[in-house]
């Protein structure tokens, strides 16, 4: 079955950058697409952005454009996202998730990793 | 963008009791782009409903979702344990994808 498996979590100074890596498998990597959703700690869902797996082709959210950044490795089935300038508001899980139904992006996301909580604090 | 709104924001019934959770849309949404999940305590969300009203894979046939253009409803037709979450509705589209803010489902 495909199982997204993310890794550990993180503890980072305000300033510093984190990078999460999700690792797919039980299908074709290159077939779909990941996104990148995180939930600030009691709240709600938010949408970060998406990578072509195939192409490396990204789009972000606005409000993180200039700050995230995500890659992956077709070699090992590896996504990866990096948020610059950590603040105390990144703090959150941070989940990635293969696109699901309807044609390219996906309308929606199915499955979803575990999550990785990222801190950040002084 | 588009901004979902979902009430109740908390909803306690008991077992055996019926519920329905509202998603209601800033504008109107095509049916295909609206997704619920489903978030247990602790764990990563879970595929609900998809297209409005078609169950995701190993979803019971006790839910069951609705709706068009701006309003769309999940209906839960006889509570058990096991379904107590957070339920979210999402939507896709110009690119983007928003949640609504989730409905708690407690149970008594």
């Known amino acids: 079955q495909v199982q997204l498996v993310q890794s550990g979590a993180e503890v980072k100074e305000p300033g510093a950058s984190v990078r999460v890596s999700c690792k797919a498998s039980g299908y074709t990597f290159t077939s779909s697409y990941m996104h990148w959703v995180r939930q600030a700690p009691g709240q709600g869902l938010e949408w970060m952005g998406i990578?072509?797996?195939?192409?490396?082709?990204?789009s972000y959210a606005q409000k993180f454009r200039g700050r995230v950044t995500m890659t992956r490795d077709t070699s090992t089935s590896t996504v990866y996202m990096e948020l610059n300038s950590l603040r105390s508001e990144d703090t959150a899980v941070y989940y990635c998730?293969?696109?699901?139904?309807?044609?390219?992006?996906?309308?929606?996301?199915?499955?979803w990793g575990q999550g990785t909580l990222v801190t950040v604090s002084s | 963008e588009i901004v979902l709104t979902q009430s109740p924001g908390t909803l306690s019934l008991s077992p055996g009791e019926r519920a329905t959770l509202s998603c209601r849309a800033s504008q109107s949404v095509s049916s295909s782009y609206l997704t619920w999940y489903q978030q247990k305590p602790g764990q990563a969300p879970r595929l609900l409903m998809y297209g409005a009203s078609n169950r995701a894979t190993g979803i019971p046939d006790r839910f069951s979702g609705t709706g068009s253009g701006t309003d769309f409803t999940l209906t839960i037709s006889r509570l058990d344990p096991e379904d107590i979450a957070v339920y979210y509705c999402?939507?896709?589209?110009?690119?983007?994808?928003?949640f609504g803010q989730g409905t708690k489902l407690e149970i008594k």
């Open positions: 999402q939507q896709y589209g110009s690119s983007r994808y928003t």
């Open positions: 990578i072509n797996l195939s192409a490396a082709g990204t």
């Open positions: 998730a293969r696109g699901f139904g309807g044609s390219g992006w996906g309308t929606c996301f199915d499955p």
